[in-house]
């Protein structure tokens, strides 16, 4: 057995295999499916400071290779997860890890406080892919100044592991990243959706409610796999890699290109066991291959 032990900052992984915030519920809901306690991390849905109902349906679209949503954050707000899901989630064996949202730096530094006072919760995954309320709508993520704003103010109110979303819909995905990093963060997670769109030419509508929304799946690997080697060369800190992975050979790439770790997200709703089937497949690749510990391949590219 290889060893699959990694770090994100402070943060202890027994292996690194992750789920994708939005794609696992609060974990619970695979329980039937999966030992929770062999996963490296469990990132659960995001929570925002105030309960949010999200988009009008439609908000979920199939396409080739893939999938469009534009769920909205549905959310019960950070004090329902406070009262109701913590508890039911606090035993688990293994990394519980909140994504933050917010419409404002002020809203995701509140947001995070209330989280940061939780024992059993030992990191959070920052959303910056949030439409600025303040700026017309843009989101956080696709500028430097935004990002910064964003984590600085949740930096001076939260004291564990800060891990970074980023937005892939920019030019330069590495200068968001050394920002970020500059702000205090202690990861970054990439990439985040795609905006996309589908129509339905009978009706001659587009298929989501709102239009546009975000693109997942193995149709946006290519993409994720070349921005997570572009930040990895570009910061100091640890890089989760996420986008379209769904199988051992995908992981491994994105292990490859200098992610620490890797996130599992579409894939888990056609295969709801997939992310232990990668666990042991990156376990048995790196048998196959002599390596001694799953370190051995991080960031190996020539």
């Known amino acids: 057995m290889a060893d699959l032990r990694v770090n994100i900052g402070a943060l202890a992984l027994k292996n690194p295999v992750m789920t994708a915030s939005g794609t696992f519920g609060y974990g619970l809901e695979f329980a039937d499916?999966?030992?929770?306690?062999?996963?490296?991390?469990?990132?659960?849905?995001?929570?925002?400071?105030?309960?949010?109902?999200?988009?009008?349906?439609?908000?979920m679209a199939e396409t080739p290779q893939g999938m469009l949503n534009c769920v909205g954050l549905q959310n019960k707000g950070v004090d329902y997860f406070c009262e109701h899901i913590y508890p039911q989630i606090k035993d688990i064996d293994t990394?519980?890890?909140?994504?933050?949202?917010?419409?404002?730096?002020?809203?995701?530094?509140e947001c995070a406080a209330r989280i940061d006072a939780l024992d059993r919760i030992p990191a959070i995954e920052l959303n910056i892919s949030c439409p600025n309320v303040k700026d017309g709508g843009m989101a956080f993520g696709v500028t430097c100044t935004g990002a910064s704003s964003v984590v600085k103010a949740v930096r001076e109110r939260y004291h564990k592991t800060l891990i970074v979303k980023l937005s892939p819909n920019v030019t330069d995905i590495a200068e968001?990243?050394?920002?970020?990093?500059?702000?205090?963060?202690?990861?970054?997670?990439?990439?985040?959706?795609?905006m996309g769109m589908a129509i339905d030419i009978e009706r001659r509508k587009t298929v989501l409610s709102i239009n546009t929304g975000g693109l997942s799946g193995p149709a946006v690997k290519p993409v994720a796999l070349r921005m997570v080697w572009q930040v990895a060369k570009a910061v100091k800190i640890p890089v989760v890699g996420l986008g379209g992975i769904s199988s051992t050979r995908d992981a491994i790439e994105f292990l490859m290109a200098g992610a620490?770790?890797?996130?599992?997200?579409?894939?888990?709703?056609?295969?709801?066991?997939?992310?232990?089937?990668?666990?042991?497949?990156?376990?048995?690749?790196?048998?196959?291959h002599g390596c001694q510990s799953v370190k051995d391949i991080?960031?190996?590219?020539?």
């Open 33 to 59: 499916f999966i030992p929770l306690d062999g996963l490296g991390g469990i990132i659960v849905k995001g929570t925002t400071l105030k309960p949010r109902e999200g988009n009008d349906y439609p908000r």
């Open 95 to 109: 990394n519980m890890i909140v994504n933050v949202s917010g419409s404002s730096p002020e809203d995701y530094a």
């Open 176 to 194: 968001i990243a050394r920002a970020v990093e500059a702000e205090g963060a202690d990861s970054v997670s990439l990439i985040n959706t795609l």
């Open 260 to 288: 620490t770790a890797i996130e599992i997200g579409t894939a888990n709703f056609i295969d709801p066991a997939v992310t232990i089937k990668v666990r042991d497949g990156i376990n048995q690749w790196l048998d196959s």
């Open 298 to 302: 991080i960031g190996c590219l020539e």
